[in-house]
């Protein structure tokens, strides 16, 4: 088992990760019924696509002796009505560090083939962009 989801009431949920006991929040967005006061659960997926993306680029990084800290990467969510679900992520990716156009380009794939990318519908539109030091 990978996490438990506890409901605590008024359209906020508990999710603990079992491995580590780190827990998130999560709210519905004050669109649709909620608070706001936390992540939604659609928050939450399109923000796992930026981690992913980070987390692949940093494991890549390593065999190129790249250091990515201070990169971060900005997130937009679009909804659609009609079915009410995520139509569109804008990822914006700023990194912090000087790279070859080879190791950029190594980097962006590895990116672009994060599992999570991966694994969202593919009619959930992706804009992704790469800004470099």
Known sequence: MTSKITYLGDLRTSSVHLQSGTEILSDAPTDNNGKGEAFSPTDTVANALGSCMMTIM???????????????????????????RIGKIIVDIKMAVAATEKEQ???????????????LHPEIQKEISFSWK
């Open 58 to 84: 940093a494991i890549k990084s390593k065999d190129l002796n790249l250091d990515l800290v201070g990169s971060t990467i900005e997130i937009t969510k679009l909804m659609n009505a009609e079915p009410r």
């Open 105 to 119: 380009t190594i980097l962006e794939r590895a990116a672009m083939t994060c599992p999570v990318s991966l694994s």
